[in-house]
């Protein structure tokens, strides 16, 4: 069993992991934007009504932004 002090070190490294993960995402996500790549708000919410197992939509928009 884990001691309270163990549990919130685990707790504090996934929230961590989890964060770094999140703006990794951010990063790919702001440069693709930047190369005029992105998905249309309404593929991204077809892709949140599916199953957790469906793999996450293609761009769908090809436009620069400037």
Do not use: H
Not at 10 to 27: C, D, F, P
Not at 34 to 53: A, F
């Amino acid at each position: 069993m884990l001691t309270s002090s163990s549990s919130i070190i685990q707790l504090t490294a996934a929230q961590l992991e989890e964060r770094a993960a999140t703006y990794a995402l951010l990063k790919i996500g702001l440069q693709l934007v930047e190369r005029g790549v992105s998905i249309s708000g309404n593929v991204v919410d077809q892709w949140l009504r599916t199953d957790d197992d469906q793999p996450f939509t293609e761009p769908d928009t090809f436009e620069k932004w400037y």
